[in-house]
């Protein structure tokens, strides 16, 4: 709560800062209307006119707050035109690809830590294959997958696997790996199986590590789902609502699709982070 | 037929003789050479699937036709290449990078500041930024500015949130040594907080090399002029054409582990003393 002040007062700010840069880039545009009408613009009615432009360079925020009013509770959440219906989109993919990611990224994590031959082979490449571009194979991934008679969720969420799949298997093997000689030596005395440490000791304390590395995985997958959005052509969530707005011109259709993509994304983390506080604090692991 | 059991032979004998190299004592060559084995491996396997299956050019090339059109069109590759990595990616590396750095500064100044900016700087680089890349693609032309402008959106806040937590690492008992050596502001800012502030600098960096050239080529998905990593991607999906997709992916995947390669070896050299640096 000591934060709350200064986090409002920076937030402020950036309104502030927007609602100037919107009369900034939209002036000329302003003028130029104005001038072929053949009227003198005084101040005011300069500062009015480009915080009302139909297809501003820079919407202002309530333009953008007007237009996501407009598109999820003025609208039928089945009509295409309501961002709920994209933003659902998204989240179905980006969901499915998370979940896939993540089960996927835990299974390879306990190969690795148990197999020294799987360690030895695929641990460099993964790290390797965290300075690629990954997502610059997402259109090709679409398309054949469309070839091959996919299509839908599953070429999307594939993107968003392949994303949130490498931080869950670098996370998981640290955490997996964070017991100690001693703890290990202990569970060696008891004449714990293999699962057994597993279970009851490298599990519970990777804990801590799986969920740091859930919330980048779900910021990357939801980052894959978007761009999964965009070779399609346009079809339907919140990444054909990007790329449609920018084909049209249409800025607040833009900013209201990139606004709602960023309170999705806030809220999938934060929903980790709420599950990470229980849980830990259930273990007794809490900081 | 033929080819796939030549795959799965090669496999099996990929697979034994690493089995038998991880067995023996952990020394450089064999950590180099398991990992070496593996992808070399997995791509004599791609080949003998890929035509032991017959699987067609338009879904999955075999990994000889994609070297085949990697080198009959170095021309091409080494055009986008320039426009891509050089012009786009590089200006708003270094834009990007000088811009955040000052910015934490500022920030480290003033308590004020630091409380309010970095919760907000944690927030954004959770967010999807690179959905920014429609509108600075509008409002900075198709060239490679646009490019450099989305790069310099998304690696500014990683690179800010890290240095102002660098800055912080030094503890009161080092400052107050630097006051009693009388040392002001700037003085202690260089002999004492920077260097103690670049592994958290370079982590940042890091993250910011792959961060960089994802968003210099999904920028250019939005639009772009005739060439460039991304467009060619785009372009060449929708022709079918690809052969050309995997070779501008392996320039990319070249790209992307020497820059951090590069970025990895001057965080060796500068922060030797650390100890994630001593083996």
Redesign the interface.
Known sequence: M??LF??????AA?IVLWYGAAVW?NTPWAYDKAQRAGVELSTSELIADTWSQKKP?LPAPHQVTREIWKTTVEKKITSKRSLIYHSWVTLSATLLGFALGTVLGIALAVGIVFN??I???????VI?S????????A??II??LN??GIQGLLPKAIISMYLSFFPVVVGMVKGLRSPDHMQLDQMRTWHASGAQTFWRLRLPSSMPYLFTSL?IA??AA??GA??GE??TGAVAG??AR??A??YY?Q?IQ??S??LV??AL??TL?AIIGLIQRIVLNRMGMAQ | MNWLIAGALIWALG?YV??R???LPKSRV??LL??V???VTLIIIWECVVRGLQIQQ???PAPSVIAARFASSTSILWQDWVQTVLKGMMSGYVIGCLAAFLTALAVDRFD??K???L??GN?A????I???A??L???FGFDWQSKAAVVVVMIFFPILVNTVQGLAASDAMQRDLMRTYAAGYWKTLFKLRLPMALPFIFNGLKIA??LA??GA??AE???SPIRG??FR??TS??Q?A?DL??A??VV??IT??L???AVALLERKWTFWHPSQRS
């Open positions: 000591r934060n200064p986090v409002l007062t920076v937030v950036i880039l360079k020294r031959t360690d030895m082979s695929v641990m460099p490449w390797t965290q300075t690629i571009p990954i997502l610059a194979i259109p090709m398309v054949v070839a091959v919330k779900m910021a939801i980052v978007i761009v965009l070779p919140l990444g990007l790329l707005g920018s011109g800025t833009i900013w699709a990139l993509a960023a994304a806030a983390v | 697979w690493n089995v190299l991880a067995a064999t950590s398991v990992p084995i593996f992808g338009v879904l999955l004020f500041l409380r309010g900016l919760p907000v927030f680089a959770a967010l999807p690179i959905g920014m429609p509108i693609v509008m409002w090399t792959t050239l994802i080529i999904v998905f939005f639009g990593m991304g991607i785009s999906v929708g079918l690809l997709v995997w501008e992916i990319a995947a992307g582990a820059f951090y390669g």
